[in-house]
């Protein structure tokens, strides 16, 4: 398999004149593109001390110096960590700390949050300040494995990881997904997502890089501004990870919404019924893929995917049960469509094969650890299968559930409680049981639309395929979920607060379904009941 890296990628766009960066009013040529990196990289290489980590850390929202200084990096033989804007305090000196960063080139607007932290004598530029003299277009030699990026994990269960991305890794992915979908240089990429995760640099970035496409960058993600920069920019394809769509979705309808030039949003952890709901209003291709930042495994969806599932797992990737290790067997339902043997069905996503484009994380050596074990890849994601091979995501394995003996998923009740129609958003997550094991918790955000506990009990005790152990003990009402700047779900804040909220709070009372409100902020309490299950 040959392998391209970002440096060839670049290369191959050195003699480009067609637009290859666009940002608000601005538009670079992928040309110009080329030198200004060849530029910053004859920077990094008087600059940098090559005795030690060539590690140059980027506080920045999605702008041209972005772009560029990743080009820069990769020309110099020198590695980008993205940091992320939205951490503060000890938290972002931490993360600099970690990556050994020699110095960090941040936005002016962002300097105010380094200042006066412990950053170990680690200096802070201006990214702004760009280096006045030509440089010749000389990269150093690259391979696919040398590193290129250290790209943070979200954090939804912990400090956040640094992962160590190679140039194959970033380049491989971009190639491959423009060859899968035809992109090529009369398309436009727009992305959108942050571009110190991975989505937006492997589905966004190196797409648009490989195809010779031209990329229109947004500074931050806005809902509101999608649908007028995709007619703007011209943009035939964009990425997405997490809520996007669904902000997208609420934005008010307008007839015109399917006249654009989207043709294909391609993305992960999308809600079902979005991708639908997106493909009709706006007239494009949803495809909604299963990664992570690690990288690993791969998933392979065709158009007889059922709704719900991730997919058929590629290569060597198989579910093992998190306690034998031996594989699972496919998932078995009743006649309501109830999982009955999750116990045995729900186990490990794992790539016995190794691991896959996982390179590892830097500094890190318990979580490699973790990770890699008798020579295969763990994902740490939960999963099960039917007896066609479709993988279901059950959750993360710090997202199990021990209920009265027996072991929950969140993921499959999660996607129950979304089929309610004034439910927008919710997550599951565990709360301790006085006695022994978890209490299942479901936190709901409605967007304003009323909805009683009685109403919520009908509705889930009409759910057949809802086990009378996934039932919510409890459920809080919330404006909006806590997350990440890449839009993932904070559980861990949300099961440490536990039933100490400033919410809304109904308790399921005896063996039917029925709610009662035990806390609101007035602290008034109400009684509710509904349907048995």
């Given at each position: 398999m040959?392998v391209?890296?970002?440096?060839?990628?670049?290369?191959a766009?050195?003699?480009d004149?067609?637009?290859?960066?666009r940002?608000?009013?601005?538009?670079?040529?992928w040309?110009?593109?080329?030198r200004?990196?060849a530029r910053?990289a004859g920077?990094?290489?008087q600059?940098l001390?090559?005795d030690e980590?060539?590690?140059?850390?980027?506080?920045a929202?999605?702008v041209?110096?972005?772009?560029?200084l990743?080009g820069a990096?990769a020309?110099a033989?020198?590695?980008?960590?993205g940091?992320?804007?939205?951490?503060r305090?000890?938290?972002?000196?931490?993360?600099?700390r970690?990556a050994?960063?020699?110095?960090?080139?941040?936005?002016?607007?962002?300097?105010?949050?380094?200042?006066?932290?412990?950053?170990?004598?680690?200096g802070?530029?201006?990214l702004?300040?760009?280096?006045?003299?030509?440089a010749?277009i000389?990269?150093?030699?690259?391979?696919?494995?040398?590193?290129?990026?250290?790209?943070f994990?979200?954090?939804t269960s912990?400090?956040?990881?640094?992962?160590r991305?190679?140039?194959?890794?970033i380049a491989?992915?971009?190639?491959m997904?423009a060859?899968?979908f035809r992109l090529?240089?009369?398309?436009?990429?727009?992305?959108?997502?942050?571009m110190f995760h991975?989505?937006?640099i492997?589905?966004?970035?190196?797409v648009?890089?490989?195809a010779?496409?031209g990329i229109?960058l947004?500074?931050r993600?806005s809902?509101?501004?999608?649908l007028?920069?995709?007619?703007?920019?011209?943009?035939t394809?964009a990425?997405?990870?997490?809520?996007p769509l669904?902000?997208?979705?609420?934005?008010?309808?307008?007839?015109?919404?399917?006249?654009?030039?989207l043709?294909?949003?391609?993305g992960?952890?999308?809600?079902n019924?979005?991708?639908?709901?997106f493909?009709?209003?706006?007239?494009?291709?949803?495809?909604?893929a299963f990664g992570?930042?690690?990288?690993?495994?791969?998933?392979?969806?065709?158009?007889?995917?059922?709704?719900g599932s991730i997919?058929?797992?590629?290569g060597?990737?198989?579910?093992l049960?998190?306690h034998t290790?031996r594989?699972?067997?496919?998932?078995?339902?009743d006649?309501?469509?109830h999982?009955i043997?999750?116990e045995?069905?729900v186990?490990?996503l794992v790539n016995?094969?190794?691991?896959?484009?996982?390179?590892g994380?830097?500094?890190?050596p318990e979580?490699?650890?973790e990770?890699?074990?008798?020579?295969?890849?763990h994902?740490?994601?939960l999963?099960?299968a039917?007896?066609?091979?479709?993988?279901y995501?059950?959750?993360?394995?710090?997202?199990?559930?021990?209920?009265?003996?027996?072991n929950?998923?969140t993921?499959?009740i999660?996607?129950?409680?979304?089929?309610h129609?004034?439910?927008?958003?919710?997550a599951?997550?565990a709360?301790p049981?006085?006695?022994?094991?978890?209490?299942v918790?479901?936190?709901?955000?409605?967007?304003?639309?009323?909805l009683?506990?009685?109403?919520?009990?009908?509705?889930?005790?009409?759910?057949p395929d809802?086990?009378?152990?996934?039932?919510?003990?409890?459920?809080?009402t919330?404006?909006e979920?806590?997350?990440t700047?890449?839009?993932?779900?904070l559980k861990?804040?949300?099961?440490?607060?536990?039933l100490?909220?400033p919410d809304?709070?109904?308790?399921r009372?005896?063996r039917?379904?029925?709610?009662?409100?035990v806390r609101?902020?007035?602290?008034t309490?109400t009684?509710a009941?509904?349907?048995?299950?």
């Amino acid at each position: 398999m040959n392998v391209p890296t970002v440096t060839e990628l670049l290369l191959a766009r050195a003699e480009d004149e067609r637009p290859g960066l666009r940002f608000e009013e601005e538009t670079y040529s992928w040309a110009e593109h080329v030198r200004a990196s060849a530029r910053r990289a004859g920077d990094l290489r008087q600059t940098l001390r090559w005795d030690e980590p060539p590690h140059v850390g980027i506080l920045a929202d999605n702008v041209p110096a972005f772009s560029v200084l990743l080009g820069a990096c990769a020309f110099a033989g020198a590695v980008l960590v993205g940091l992320n804007p939205t951490r503060r305090g000890e938290a972002l000196a931490r993360d600099i700390r970690l990556a050994d960063c020699q110095f960090v080139l941040a936005e002016r607007k962002y300097r105010p949050l380094l200042e006066g932290l412990d950053l170990g004598g680690i200096g802070v530029r201006d990214l702004e300040s760009w280096p006045s003299a030509n440089a010749p277009i000389e990269p150093v030699p690259a391979s696919a494995d040398d590193l290129l990026m250290l790209i943070f994990t979200s954090g939804t269960s912990g400090d956040p990881k640094a992962v160590r991305c190679t140039h194959g890794k970033i380049a491989f992915p971009g190639a491959m997904l423009a060859e899968r979908f035809r992109l090529s240089a009369s398309d436009t990429v727009y992305v959108t997502m942050p571009m110190f995760h991975s989505n937006a640099i492997m589905a966004g970035w190196a797409v648009g890089l490989a195809a010779g496409a031209g990329i229109a960058l947004r500074r931050r993600f806005s809902a509101s501004g999608f649908l007028p920069d995709v007619r703007k920019f011209g943009a035939t394809y964009a990425n997405y990870v997490g809520k996007p769509l669904s902000y997208v979705l609420a934005t008010p309808p307008r007839p015109d919404d399917a006249d654009n030039p989207l043709r294909l949003v391609y993305g992960n952890e999308g809600a079902n019924a979005d991708l639908t709901a997106f493909e009709e209003r706006f007239g494009c291709k949803v495809i909604d893929a299963f990664g992570s930042t690690e990288g690993g495994v791969g998933f392979a969806r065709t158009d007889d995917t059922p709704p719900g599932s991730i997919g058929r797992p590629a290569g060597d990737v198989t579910i093992l049960h998190p306690h034998t290790g031996r594989p699972c067997p496919p998932a078995e339902f009743d006649a309501d469509g109830h999982l009955i043997n999750a116990e045995e069905a729900v186990g490990e996503l794992v790539n016995t094969a190794g691991a896959g484009w996982f390179a590892g994380y830097y500094r890190d050596p318990e979580a490699d650890a973790e990770r890699l074990r008798d020579g295969r890849f763990h994902t740490g994601d939960l999963a099960y299968a039917d007896t066609d091979g479709f993988c279901y995501f059950a959750g993360r394995l710090g997202d199990w559930l021990r209920v009265d003996g027996e072991n929950l998923g969140t993921a499959p009740i999660e996607r129950i409680l979304l089929r309610h129609p004034a439910i927008t958003d919710t997550a599951v997550y565990a709360v301790p049981d006085p006695v022994t094991g978890d209490q299942v918790m479901a936190a709901i955000v409605t967007g304003g639309t009323p909805l009683e506990p009685a109403e919520f009990g009908r509705f889930l005790a009409g759910q057949p395929d809802l086990g009378p152990k996934q039932v919510p003990k409890y459920v809080r009402t919330v404006r909006e979920l806590p997350r990440t700047s890449t839009f993932k779900v904070l559980k861990r804040r949300l099961s440490a607060e536990g039933l100490n909220c400033p919410d809304v709070l109904w308790e399921r009372t005896g063996r039917d379904i029925a709610y009662r409100t035990v806390r609101t902020p007035t602290r008034t309490v109400t009684s509710a009941g509904s349907g048995s299950h």
